[in-house]
């Protein structure tokens, strides 16, 4: 069992799939600014942070259902590899990994996956310090 998020998301001007995750963020299909704003980091947290207390960041199960999901898949295995790795800048190992995928008809989700990923790597480590087993202990910065 894992987390999921169900939010779906289509720019109203090239119905590119994407979560428009802040304020910030513009269709990385087409430059177009929509309002609907998900506060999409905070689950991807626990869902990353649920999924690696049971041993893996990657559920032994998962069924994509929504773009949220699909981007939820993509965090799972990125920072799956990234923990493997032996890298210690999570940025530059986001960058050459994501840009190494296969994307298809969706080029556009590569750049918008590297900013997103940031920002989670970012949120995550701010909020928790995991041990190699996946528990957490609470951060003592302030």
Known sequence: MTLHINY???????SAEYVPYDEKILCPNCGNFEPDRYDF????????????????????AWLVE??????????F????????????????FSVDWLS????EDQD???????QLAARVYTALDGET???????????SES
């Open 108 to 114: 556009y989700l590569c750049g918008y996956m590297i």
């Open 77 to 92: 295995y990125l920072f799956a590899a990234h923990e493997k790795s032996e890298s210690e800048d999570f940025r530059h």
């Open 41 to 60: 980091i905070p689950e991807a947290i626990e869902s990353l942070k649920f999924n690696r207390s049971a041993g893996s960041y990657i559920p032994g």
């Open 8 to 14: 779906d998301h289509q720019c109203a001007s090239c």
């Open 129 to 139: 310090t995991a041990d190699p087993v996946g528990n957490t202990e609470e951060s």
């Open 66 to 75: 929504s773009i949220s999901d699909h981007i939820l898949n993509l965090l």
């Open 100 to 103: 190494s995928l296969d994307w």
